[in-house]
């Protein structure tokens, strides 16, 4: 629906919309409050924000899938309203990453409140791409910052808590107290359980939330992209020399498409018209992807952009979220990660993710971090302590059922636990095996179900032990089990969704469509959570 500015006789909620009368009218007193009845207040722009039942949009998001491609979810929203197709866009994971949810994020920017295109992180650059597409098409973003500083100072926070490090905007300091390595001798990744002191931060969580963590890029990183530029190291910037503006406030992967625009003015010809392309999001060399700031600019060597020119080309330094694998209950006033060092050959350089490197080598027991709480969207335990679980997070998705098992000892919660767990080899890639066979001992663990993909000649993953056992887990189902999956979401997510359905169909002997029905039940009732990067 578009909301049209009211006259004292014009309702703002028409009667065709999906309410009763008293609805409508609460709702008409309530945006008339909230507008002042101003001719002033801006609105948002034509189209751009809906109530399902209108302009088409019946309120449903068959488009929000993780495993989707962007080009299909945006096939799934065409003809919908501008604020629905900007949700289209995103990574569609809930993850927190933008500290809300896809429908909030979208709806900020068509609501001319968020000028940010870039905070879906999952997303990256199409997604970035994308938005920006529809803000041109909805005539622009962001109001004047003026008349925009005095909407926010107006504006009723959406979330009740608004205490620092309750939100990515308002970030703490914590102190990094350790990290120990998970992987034995002979694995082929380097996987670190984090402790981090919360004790003089303020913050609190409860399981199943996440840690947002504000990183420093890597020194040697930034080095290379001065020499690269030749600008000097101590140039002044806002305060800050150039390099510690690169190493604190700055990303510096993926390229952006800014970046390319300011390489075109600063050549010419076929470097030129390269540069002009991969600006436009084209791929000339079949590289584009996969380009950092510092490939960029090897791409088009000799160029000496103005500092803050450059600066400003780049984007702004992002948070990076992880799940919590701690309780409260059992570690008060301490949050533990369990975080994959990155790291990896591409086109004979080494590439490093930003955090999970940080807190692998470049911080210290008794350093001073950033961080703060992004509340979970649905994913948490059952209120009931008696109602089963089943938990599915092989490798780092282990962590919040890390999180779930100690709060289930704590609370003595009776209702039985099961968890499915699998990594490449048991002698060197078994995260936490003494802690789990003691939540075993403990009784708070019923079932432990374990699946090595490198330990003998066929590949064992965790969707083969769930078929494996299919008949009980269906039983566990049928007996009220909430199901929850943590992990990669383009492959052992949608894997473990295509286990669980066929075994719901062979168990519970339906055909694959029922079967499917069921698993889309389990889900609107809160009973199948995921938590999927």
């Known amino acids: ?29 309530f945006f008339a409050g909230l507008m002042s009845l101003d001719p002033g207040v801006g609105v948002a722009p034509a189209g751009a924000v809906s109530i399902p039942g209108e302009d088409g949009d019946d ?15 945006m096939a799934l929203a065409e003809g919908r309203p501008l604020n629905r197709r900007m949700m289209a866009a995103m990574a569609q994971q809930d993850c927190g990453q933008c500290g809300s949810s896809c429908e909030e994020y979208s709806n900020s920017i068509a609501e001319q409140a968020e000028p940010r295109l870039n905070l879906c992180v999952p997303g990256g650059k199409a997604t970035a791409r994308m938005l920006k597409s529809l803000v041109e098409e909805m005539g622009g973003g962001v109001i004047d910052p003026e008349e925009q500083a005095a909407k926010d100072a107006a504006k009723v926070p959406k979330s009740a808590d608004q205490r620092p490090g309750h939100s990515r905007e308002n970030p703490v300091a914590a102190t990094f107290v350790s990290r120990v390595r998970l992987n034995g ?75 390319f625009q300011l390489i075109s003015y600063l050549t010419g010809g076929e470097r030129r018209r390269k540069a002009q392309a991969l600006a436009k999001g084209e791929d000339p060399d079949g590289d584009a992807e996969t380009l950092d700031v510092l490939e960029a600019l090897q791409k088009f060597p000799g160029i000496h952009p103005d500092p803050e020119a ?63 709480v992004q509340k979970a969207h649905g994913f948490a335990l059952p209120g009931d302590g008696a109602t089963p679980i089943i938990m599915v997070g092989p ?49 708070a663990l019923s079932r432990l179900s374990l699946a090595w993909s490198r330990d003998g000649g066929e590949k064992v993953y965790v969707q083969n032990k769930m078929r494996e056992q299919g ?60 938590d999927v990067y």
């Not at 990594?423 to 066979?437: G, N, V």
Request: glycine share 8%.
């Open 1 to 29: 629906m578009t909301i049209q500015q009211p006259t004292p006789q014009t309702p703002l909620i028409p009667e065709s919309a999906p309410f009763n009368e008293d609805q409508r009218a609460w709702l008409n007193g």
């Open 59 to 73: 309120g449903e998001a068959p488009w929000h899938d993780p495993a989707m491609p962007i080009d299909e979810r």
């Open 185 to 259: 001798e002979g694995s082929e990744k380097v996987t670190n359980h984090i402790d981090i002191d919360l004790s003089e931060s303020g913050l609190d969580y409860v399981v199943g939330d996440s840690l947002g963590v504000y990183a420093a890029n890597d020194p040697a990183l930034a080095d290379a992209i001065i020499e690269a530029i030749g600008v000097p190291a101590d140039f002044p910037i806002l305060g800050k020399t150039f390099r510690d503006v690169l190493i604190e406030d700055t990303s510096l992967s993926p390229a952006p498409d800014e970046l």
């Open 310 to 372: 450059f600066i400003e080309a780049l984007e702004p330094l992002q948070p990076r979220l992880y799940s919590i694998s701690s309780s409260p209950k059992a570690e008060p006033g301490k949050v533990s990660l369990t975080v994959d060092a990155v790291r990896y050959i591409l086109r004979d350089r080494r590439r490093e993710g930003l955090a999970s490197t940080y807190l692998d080598a470049r911080i210290a027991p008794g350093d001073a971090l950033k961080v703060y």
């Open 395 to 443: 490798g780092t998705g282990v962590a919040p059922f890390r999180a779930f098992l100690q709060e289930r000892l704590a609370t003595k919660a009776d209702g039985g636990a099961w968890l499915f767990y699998g990594h490449q080899r048991s002698a060197c890639d078994f995260f936490y095996k003494d802690e789990l066979e003691g939540l075993q001992n403990a009784g």
């Open 471 to 530: 008949e009980e887990l269906y039983a566990w189902l049928e007996r009220g089990a909430h199901f929850y999956i943590c992990g990669d979401a383009q492959r052992m997510a949608k894997d473990v969704e295509s286990a669980l359905t066929d075994i719901v169909a062979e168990h519970g002997k339906l055909s694959l469509e029922d079967a499917k029905a069921y698993v889309e039940t389990l889900r609107a009732s809160g009973r199948y959570q995921t």
